[in-house]
């Protein structure tokens, strides 16, 4: 394990920092929200044998169900508690609270590891003698140079400790963390003959690949790494981002996308392009330096199919990793688990920043907030934590989300964007692009076809029913004996393919109209006239 650093003068403070300022402050009882007890750990030890002037140094005592109550660390401690008489723990809590009511206590920083179990969970409730004794121990502990210090990755702390404890959630590692951990790597795995090579900038890309995953992810990745190259080199990165799409995904509400798609996969959307190519830009460090706030993110408004998903996964124009946030996934059963898991998905997401952070049908997501408590409020819940979010982090991370039914969004959400953007039915030059390019993409040349009368007998039609359009002449060609298509095949494709703007052109109208003077209009302000007034005219009919 490395071992914890102060952070240098001027710095962003460290969570070690943070956790021995509070110990100082005389905190009694202090929360620890992380998965990782190991790096706690390590920080609860760093901080227990800081020489500082008047002050002695202090014993470090970790319980868990499994093991009792044991000196791990630090000063040294004459009369050890019985570890099999500890496995309880209010046989424990009862240890630690008369350790503070000898004549003269040895200071000591108690590390309680599986306490969560038992101080309920939002279906069980909380152990009244557990609880008892904490509240019991916060009281003596205030008069000692002793803190009791409970680590767990959810932690729901039961009403009548609310103003017994703090509760402090431990980050991801830093980078300095990450590099300490492939410099041991690379230490350990030369001296037994590997060969290290990481120069020219890929120790720094293997590191940003690292960014987002625990000290035990990253070290098991490494060691994958090595493994399957037979070398600690740049080709790590590949083996990483593999293993971190997995490990990603294991969270159930992240998923690890690939940029395999660009702008140029789309059709139309001029103004958008420009827009997403602009905001990447500033994200750079000369941004910074030029005065340039870091972006916040936009929504992207439109029917379905008009291809905001795939802008979406465009953006990030293979520059930058593409996180897809599962909202419905964050829903858990435990009281409090939601807000919990949302805060843990966003903690992944500024670790790996700069990132985007891209919410599919954001509406969905959301959608028990338009009963008022139908879900026990858990969906406002769970939005609170992602507005106060979006408001207050200054990570790099940028998110696009998505949305078909705007009016179901609360006003506060659409604030937090930088800017609302419109995906409006396809005009012609634009359905005459999409049809070239799915046409290309299945290997036929656009110039065979007549695209102005395509472009004119797809009106209406977005862009996800162009490719069916497509597909469906590629079938009947294929039926046919496997011949080429003609321009014939794409116009009788186009009368059995029904649009949405003939089967719910009331929503369609509903949309736009909100659209008009509320967001900007993705193919720019001349476009949108064009396809303004030919769809107002085609819907009154």
């Known amino acids: ?261 660009s702008m140029n996969d789309i059709g139309g959307l001029a103004a958008l392009k420009e827009y997403a190519a602009m905001k990447r830009a500033s994200f750079s460090s000369e941004a910074s330096a030029y005065g340039l706030p870091a972006p916040r993110g936009f929504l992207l408004v439109g029917p379905p199919g008009a291809g905001k998903s795939l802008t979406a996964k465009a953006s990030t124009g293979g520059q930058m990793p593409l996180l897809r946030l599962d909202v419905a996934a964050l829903m858990g059963s435990l009281v409090g688990q939601s807000e919990q898991n949302a805060r843990s998905a966003l903690r992944v997401a500024e670790a790996i920043a700069p990132c985007v952070l891209w919410i599919d049908e954001i509406e969905k997501g959301f959608a028990g907030m338009q009963g008022g408590e139908l879900d026990g409020g858990t969906s406002r819940r769970m939005l609170g934590t992602i507005l106060t979010w979006m408001q207050e982090h200054t990570s790099p991370v940028y998110v696009i989300a998505t949305c078909n039914d705007v009016t179901s969004l609360p006003p506060e959400l659409l604030s937090r964007f930088d800017d609302l953007w419109y995906v409006d039915m396809p005009n012609r030059a634009e359905r005459a692009e999409i049809i070239t390019i799915h046409l290309a993409k299945r290997g036929r040349n656009p110039a065979d076809f007549d695209l102005p009368i395509l472009a004119e007998a797809t009106e209406g039609y977005v862009g996800r029913e162009i490719e069916k359009i497509v597909v469906l002449a590629l079938n009947r060609g294929f039926g046919d004996g496997a011949r080429q298509i003609k321009t014939e095949d794409m116009l009788w494709a186009t009368k059995r393919i029904v649009p949405l703007s003939k089967t719910t052109p009331e929503k369609l109208n509903a949309l736009h109209k909100w659209a008009e003077g509320r967001a900007r209009n993705a193919s720019g302000e001349d476009d949108a006239e064009e396809t303004t007034t030919k769809r107002a005219r085609k819907l009154e009919l």
């Open 1 to 261: 394990m490395t071992k914890q650093k102060t952070a240098p003068a001027g710095k962003t403070t460290s969570p070690a920092e943070t956790l021995d300022r509070l110990i100082r402050a005389r905190y009694p009882v202090i929360v620890i929200e992380s998965y990782e007890e190991a790096r706690v750990l390590d920080a609860v030890k760093f901080i227990a044998e800081q020489k500082r002037p008047n002050q002695q140094p202090k014993a470090v005592l970790d319980w868990s169900y499994a093991q009792g109550l044991r000196h791990i660390g630090g000063a040294k401690v004459y009369n050890t508690p019985n570890r099999d008489e500890t496995k309880d723990p209010v046989g424990a809590l009862r240890v630690i609270f008369e350790w503070s009511e000898q004549d003269t206590p040895t200071p000591a920083l108690f590390v309680f590891k599986d306490l969560h179990q038992f101080c309920g969970n939002g279906q069980q409730p909380a152990q009244a003698d557990v609880v008892r004794w904490i509240r019991e121990i916060a009281i003596a502990f205030q008069e000692q140079p002793t803190t009791l210090i409970i680590v767990s990755p959810h932690f729901a702390v039961p009403s009548d400790l609310e103003k017994d404890v703090a509760v402090m959630e431990w980050p991801l590692p830093s980078q300095a963390e990450l590099t300490a951990i492939l410099d041991e790597c690379g230490e350990q795995v030369s001296s037994q003959g590997v060969k290290v090579a990481l120069k020219n900038g890929s120790r720094e890309r293997v590191i940003q690949a690292l960014q987002g995953l625990t000290a035990i992810e990253a070290a098991n990745v490494l060691a994958m790494a090595v493994v399957t190259n037979g070398a600690l080199d740049e080709k790590a990165v590949s083996i990483i981002l593999a293993e971190k799409k997995q490990i990603v995904k294991k969270t159930g509400y992240l998923e690890f996308w690939d940029a395999d798609v």
